[in-house]
């Protein structure tokens, strides 16, 4: 089952990578405009593009698309979705529109080159550390708890 937070954010993500709603100097000045500013639609996006971005981004949440009683089904009631046959793509009868060539798991042939070449040092996923003890050369030692004994003028 989808909910609707999930579909949220990944409308969010989804139009991020499009173009990014909020800019600004530095994290503070992005926050004030999420929380102040209205998102800017780009203008190539159709009309029900548009309709769907700003139910899916409404920053009240009770006011969401998908929020109501109906929940996901009033999303997939939109009009930009009006194409798809929900019932044949949950029953996975409907051939994508695009499918990639792939010659194996580490094939790079559908990525732009820019990516490809990029050095390694300069990648923007480096893979995560492995760490077996993460309090190797730890020190603390936690003071005595005199205070909690019986002969304790606090007790």
């Not at 999930?6 to 989804?14: E, L, N």
């Not at 050095?119 to 760490?131: F, G, R, Y």
Request: hydrophobic share 35%; glycine share 4%; with cysteine.
């Amino acid at each position: 089952m989808i909910t609707i937070p999930p579909c949220w954010y990944h409308t969010y993500i989804w139009f991020f990578l499009v173009q990014p709603p909020f800019i600004g100097g530095n994290r503070d000045k992005i926050q004030q405009k999420v929380v102040k500013d209205k998102i800017k639609l780009p203008a190539f996006l159709s009309s029900e593009a548009h309709s769907l971005l700003k139910g899916l981004l409404q920053k009240e949440a009770s006011k969401r698309l998908g929020s109501g009683p109906a929940g996901i089904d009033e999303i997939k009631r939109h009009k930009w979705f009006k194409p798809i046959n929900w019932k044949k793509l949950e029953a996975r009868e409907i051939q994508p529109s695009f499918r990639p060539e792939v010659e194996g798991v580490h094939c790079i042939a559908n990525f732009e080159k820019r990516w490809t070449d990029m050095p390694l040092s300069e990648s923007p996923a480096s893979s995560p550390k492995t760490i077996t003890n993460p309090f190797t050369n730890f020190t603390y030692i936690r003071p005595a708890a005199s205070f909690l004994q019986k002969s304790s003028p606090l007790v």
